[in-house]
């Protein structure tokens, strides 16, 4: 809860799964209702493979008013769909509960004094595991002591608030009661005295169940039992006040459909496609991914940097159908603010449950086989940190320029090679847990930031490899930056700011020498040329002794570019264009 962004929060537990179309029409709800505070719908109680368990399996009913409401149970944990802020006033999950979290949670969402709204629809379903604690089947002390914690706390605040009345004391007290039994019947008769004593002390008023609670107190514990198993039948359920347990045998069929979740633990790839007003090019993109035969779950984690053009409701409709029943994942992050792709993608690598993963630009497309065989490899060798292969690069109809237009190969250990670009974006898949010893991608730069990221890959001291395969195509845009093409400011600062960060990085790890620093000067010298070329005197200037700065022993290279910011800035233009190769 305290890394969520999103302005609805939803809680849903790693056994159970939703039906999208219900989680969509409880948050339509509260979009077209600035006024509530949460929606809720139905889930249904189903066993282990799914399966809803017979009679009236569905949990989820309106309620009213009344304080004995809030006491009742009427959405199960992933039945709703909260506003972020107001969950901020309801306060962080009671952390001293081992057992009804959810209840005591659900009371206080309540008495918060928020505004919640039933909404008629299936949200999802909730795996029942045999041997696991359902109401009060399996005797658990640790639930029972939680109950008993959270009966108190729920009254404490309501009694806060001005919410408390009779009833709701009685349907606690009474609560206590079934617990204070069942603590008998397995044998801790100081925890069934300690129960029965919350129990009467939970009542302002009502004398005559007070003295009922003491006739149980005087009484012998070996009717625990026998009372216990009476009071709760077959099973003991927190149902809404007043709803009546149906045992009629259910009719027709389930037409709910969804898609099975995918345990975080086997997901083998992420593959993090950060997008901006891109919906047709990333229709294409997405489905390059579909044919990928490698061996585990896939999850395409879609993260949206605030699209304008129907990104989001496309993403929700997209079905990543394969021939490997569903186990491609599609998952979308979503943001209304622009930040750039670099923030994307951490927010992508921050929701990846992947043991290995991918870079991915929503406007480029994979090679199935390539990623494949970079997987394939990854998995025969635990000791690589990272594979990585080819790049096609293409004009936007996706056909490769003439002559050599692949990026990848391989590259020596040398410190010089720390600043070399290997492989493109998405030609390269890593260990997630790798990644974590490397760092996010650099949020303060605007370009180059796969330069800057590749050269900390390489810094982080992991084992990578070249396969010689295709990768994948890199779309070239008309107009766009493409290496030093069309000339922009913030590029070029990034640039220069790429550069400092990597030798920096290098001298700290002891990867530095004289090649490096040199090849990282030469590289801001042809910066430093096209500042001046596009008229920017002083960053031109600037540029120029950075480039001295870096070199701690070439002093003859380092007095040639002491002389360069007194040239006349007219030769600029011709000495960058010559050196790019315009």
Known sequence: MSSARGKLVMFLDSDDVVVPAGVARLVERLRADSTLDYA????????????????????????????????????????????????????????????????????????????GEFVDTVVGYWRHHSGARVGTK?????????????????LQQARRVGRCDNALERRLAKKLIVHALEWGANGCISKRRECLSQAAGSLSDDKCLKIGIKCLQL???????????????PRHDDRPHGQKRSYQKAQGKCVLSYRPVVSAANIELSIIVPTMNRRALLEETLNSIIPLVIAGPVEVIV?????????????????LTDSRDGRIQLVLSATTDRRGAQVARNRGLSLARGKLVMFLDSDDVV?????????????????LDYAYGKVIRTDEQLKPFPGDSSVGKPFSDAPVEM????????????????????????????????????????????????VDTVVGYWRHHGGARVGTKA???????????????????????????????????????????????????????????RAAAYLSEDSIFRRAIWLLPITPTIVDALLWKSLVGK
């Open 487 to 545: 000339f922009r400011p913030d590029y070029v600062r990034s640039v220069v700011i790429a550069c400092d960060l990597i030798l920096q990085q290098a001298r700290e790890v002891g990867r530095c020498d004289n090649a490096l620093e040199r090849r990282l000067a030469k590289k801001l010298i042809v910066h430093a040329l096209e500042w001046g070329a596009n008229g920017y005197r002083a960053e031109r200037n600037n540029c120029f002794r």
């Open 40 to 115: 809720y719908g139905k889930v249904i109680r189903t066993d282990e493979q799914l399966k809803p368990l017979p009679g009236n399996s569905s949990v989820g009913a309106p309620f009213s008013d009344a304080p004995v409401e809030l006491a009742g149970y009427h959405w199960p944990i992933m039945g709703v769909v909260y506003r972020r802020n107001y969950l901020e006033k309801v306060g962080p999950w009671n952390e001293a509960l081992t057992g009804s979290q959810d209840w005591e949670y659900q009371a206080r969402v309540k008495l918060a004094g928020g505004r």
């Open 419 to 466: 600043a070399g670009y290997h492989w493109h974006t998405m030609g390269a898949v890593y260990r997630r847990n790798y990644l974590e010893k490397v760092g996010p991608w650099n949020e303060a730069l605007t370009g180059s930031q796969d330069w800057e990221y590749q050269a900390r890959v390489k810094l982080a001291g992991g084992r990578g490899e070249f």
């Open 138 to 154: 399996i005797f658990r002390p640790d639930y029972v002591r939680s109950v008993m914690i959270a009966c108190d706390s729920i």
């Open 367 to 383: 090679v199935p086989g390539g990623v494949d065989k970079l997987v394939e490899r990854l998995q025969a060798d635990s000791t």
């Open 303 to 319: 993260a949206d940097d605030g699209s304008s053009d129907g990104t989001g409701e496309f993403i929700r409709k997209h079905s």
């Open 219 to 233: 009484g012998p514990a070996f009717i625990d039992s026998w009372l216990w198993r009476l009071l709760v039948r």
